[in-house]
């Protein structure tokens, strides 16, 4: 395992819910990124937009910061054709819209609060993963 990091990832997921402890702390609202980037495009207040916006400018920044002194080089997928990429972004974005949520509100927030419904989504989330990487990588050979 070449990539194993347990300090790092450890202190990522402290952050992570630090952060979405502190957001619903100060603003009663999930850490779920799928919602408040759409709420970025559709809230109605300007104070729901900025708030938003605050936190997505934020998630920039601080992946900025951390590249700057963690630099990093990711391998070129070459075996990846953009429009894949696109149809996969797209798929997940309708995932997300009908799951009512991501990963992160379901997986990190929900969870936490022991929410039924988000511990029936985080389960479907993994299942589908495991099998789309076996069905990529046993059946397709991709």
Known sequence: MENFTPYLSLAG???IGISASILMYLNG???GISG????VFSASSITEKAWRLAFVIGLIIGGAIYMHFFPITIAPREF???????VGGLVIGFGTAMGSGCTSGHG????SR????SLV???TFLLSGIVTVYVFKQIIGS
């Open 36 to 39: 408040i980037v759409a709420g």
């Open 114 to 117: 022991f929410s039924l419904r």
């Open 121 to 123: 989504a985080t389960a």
């Open 13 to 15: 997921g402290a952050l």
């Open 29 to 31: 609202r999930i850490a």
């Open 108 to 111: 990190i927030c929900g969870v």
């Open 80 to 86: 990846m054709s953009t429009e894949l990429l696109i």
